[in-house]
C-alpha cells in the first residue's frame, strides 16, 4: 500500500488491541461480517467512507473488508481520530487511512479528497461531507457511484436539502433514520456516555444532587434516565408541551429554566439550540454549579456572556474552567462547552455503536443489490433490516421472544373477528 497518512505506524498493536476489546461488544456487527466472508457482497467494489476513526469504526471496515470491498477511510471530525486505530487498519489489516487527530481544516480536506482519489463505487458519510465534494469538485467522478450511505442527522438533513433542489446524483441511504440506531444511539448512548463525561471531569458523586437535563429528546431522556438511576434528583426543561408532559408522567420535575437555574448543582443541555443556558440563568445559579453541553455543538451555553460577567476564569482541572463571578460565587464549565462524552469520555460504547454500524454494513449491502430500482433521493433503512439488526441483538444477548400462532395471526389479520 502506498498511500496513507496517519501519525505514527508504531502504535499499531496497541490499536489492534483495543479493536479486540471492542469487536467482544460488536456482537451483531461480526455475524454479519462471518456471512459476508462467505459471501462476498462487495467483491470487485471501491468503497470510500469517511466516519470517526475510533475502534468501533475500525471494526465496521474489517467488516466491509472481509465482504470483499476494496476501501479507504478518512475522518469525519478531525478531533475524534484514535491514531492508533488508524495505525493498525494500515499496517495489520492493510487499509489505506487518511487521518491524524487534531488535523487543521486544510488537511481534513486533502485526506478527504484522498479518499475520493479512491473513485468509490460507494461512500459511507458521517455529516455528509463525502458526498458534499464529490458533488462540489468531483463531477466527473459521479457516473461511478452507485450509492451511499449517511451516519447521522445533521448529514440526513444536508442530504435531504439536495434531494429537495434536484442536486442529489445518487440515491443515499440514512442509516441514522432506523430505530436499531438512533433509538439506542441517542438513548442509551449519550445517556450514559455524557454521564461518563460529566464523572471524570469532575470526580463528583451524582447522589443527592439536583441534576438539570436541558431538552427531554432522544438524548435528554437517556440522561435523565441514568441520572436519576444514580441517585440524583432530576429535573427537565422543556418548550414542547408533548415532550415536556411525558416527562412528567416519567416521574420528573419540569420547569423552565429561570427556575432551575438557582436549585441546580449539575446542568447539562441536550437540546440542538442556541443559548439555553444565558447570562440571567449565570447570574442567580447557585455557589460551585457545574455547566455542561452534549448537544451537537457548543452554542447551547452562552460561554461568551459568562466571559464577560467573570472576573478571573481558570483552569482547576482537565475540562473544568472555573469562572470566578463578582460576588465571589464559582461557576463551573465543561470541556469548554464543546460535547462533553467526548471531550471527557469516549462517546458511544461499541455494544451501541454495533447496531449503528451493522446498519452501516446492511444498507450499503442493500444499496448495492438493489441500486437499479433505486431513485436518486434518501431512503430510511428498510424495516427489514431494522428488524434483522434487533433480531440478530437479543439473540446475541440470549433473549428469547415469542412469535404469533396461526391461530394469533388469523385473528390479527382478520377484520370480522369481533367481541
Ligand atoms: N452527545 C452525543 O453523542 C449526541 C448523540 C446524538 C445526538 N446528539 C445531539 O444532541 C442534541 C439532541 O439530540 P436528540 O436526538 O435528543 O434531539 P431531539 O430533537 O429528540 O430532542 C431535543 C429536545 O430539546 C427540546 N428543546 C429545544 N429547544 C429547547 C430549549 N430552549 N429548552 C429546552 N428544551 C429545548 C426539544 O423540544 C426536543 O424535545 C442534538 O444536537 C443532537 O445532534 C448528541
Known amino acids: 500500500m ?52 475510533t475502534t468501533e469504526t475500525a471494526n465496521l471496515m474489517r467488516t466491509l473488508q472481509a465482504g470483499g470491498a476494496d476501501i479507504v477511510l478518512t475522518a469525519s471530525n478531525p478531533l475524534s481520530t484514535q491514531d492508533d486505530v488508524a495505525a493498525a487498519l494500515v499496517s495489520q489489516y492493510e487499509i489505506p487511512v487518511f487521518a491524524i487527530k487534531g488535523e487543521d481544516n486544510v488537511t481534513y480536506y486533502k485526506h478527504l479528497r484522498a479518499a475520493l482519489d479512491h473513485k468509490p463505487h460507494i461512500t459511507m458519510d458521517d455529516g455528509a461531507d463525502l458526498v458534499s465534494t464529490l458533488h462540489k469538485e468531483r463531477r466527473e467522478q459521479l457516473p461511478d457511484v452507485i450509492g451511499g450511505t449517511e451516519e447521522t442527522t445533521t448529514g440526513v438533513i444536508r442530504l435531504r436539502a439536495m434531494a429537495a433542489d434536484g442536486a442529489l446524483n445518487f440515491p443515499v441511504i440514512a442509516v441514522n433514520d432506523a430505530m436499531t440506531k438512533h433509538f439506542f444511539d441517542n438513548r442509551y448512548g449519550t445517556g450514559q456516555s455524557t454521564i461518563d ?9 451524582l447522589a443527592g444532587k439536583t441534576f438539570v437535563v436541558a431538552g427531554y429528546g432522544g438524548c435528554g431522556r437517556g440522561l435523565a434516565m441514568r441520572a436519576r438511576g444514580m441517585g440524583a434528583n432530576v429535573i427537565v ?11 412528567v408522567m416519567d416521574g420528573f420535575r419540569v420547569m423552565p429554566m429561570a427556575e432551575a437555574a438557582p436549585i441546580g448543582d449539575i446542568f447539562c443541555t441536550l437540546t440542538g ?27 447551547e451555553i452562552n460561554i461568551p456572556a459568562l466571559e464577560k460577567m467573570a472576573v478571573e476564569k481558570r483552569l482547576v482541572r482537565p475540562f473544568v474552567d472555573q469562572y470566578i463571578m463578582p460576588d465571589g460565587r464559582f461557576i463551573h464549565i465543561l470541556g469548554e462547552g464543546r460535547l462533553i462524552n467526548l471531550a471527557a469520555a469516549e462517546v458511544h460504547p461499541a455494544s451501541v455503536m454495533d447496531m449503528s454500524f451493522a446498519n452501516q454494513a446492511l444498507s450499503a449491502e442493500y444499496m448495492l443489490k438493489n441500486a437499479k430500482s433505486l431513485q436518486k433521493k434518501v431512503y430510511s433503512v428498510p424495516e427489514a433490516i431494522d428488524r434483522e439488526i434487533a433480531r440478530l441483538k437479543l439473540e446475541s444477548m440470549k433473549v428469547k421472544l415469542d412469535g404469533l400462532t396461526d391461530e394469533q395471526l388469523k385473528y390479527l389479520n382478520s377484520w370480522e373477528e369481533g367481541t
Open 2 to 53: 502506498d498511500k496513507y497518512d496517519v501519525r505514527d505506524l508504531n502504535l499499531a498493536e496497541g490499536g489492534r488491541r483495543r479493536m479486540d476489546w471492542a469487536v467482544r461488544e460488536m456482537p451483531v456487527l461480526s455475524s454479519i461480517e462471518d456471512r459476508f466472508r462467505k459471501e462476498r457482497p462487495f467483491e470487485g467494489i471501491r468503497m470510500s467512507a469517511c466516519l470517526h476513526v
Open 197 to 205: 463525561g460529566i464523572v471524570r471531569a469532575t470526580n463528583i458523586l
Open 237 to 247: 426543561t422543556e418548550i414542547d408541551p408533548l415532550v415536556a408532559l411525558e416527562a
Open 273 to 299: 439550540d442556541l443559548n439555553v443556558i444565558d447570562k440571567h440563568h449565570f447570574e442567580v445559579m447557585k455557589d460551585g454549579a457545574i455547566v455542561a453541553n452534549s448537544g451537537h455543538f457548543n452554542v
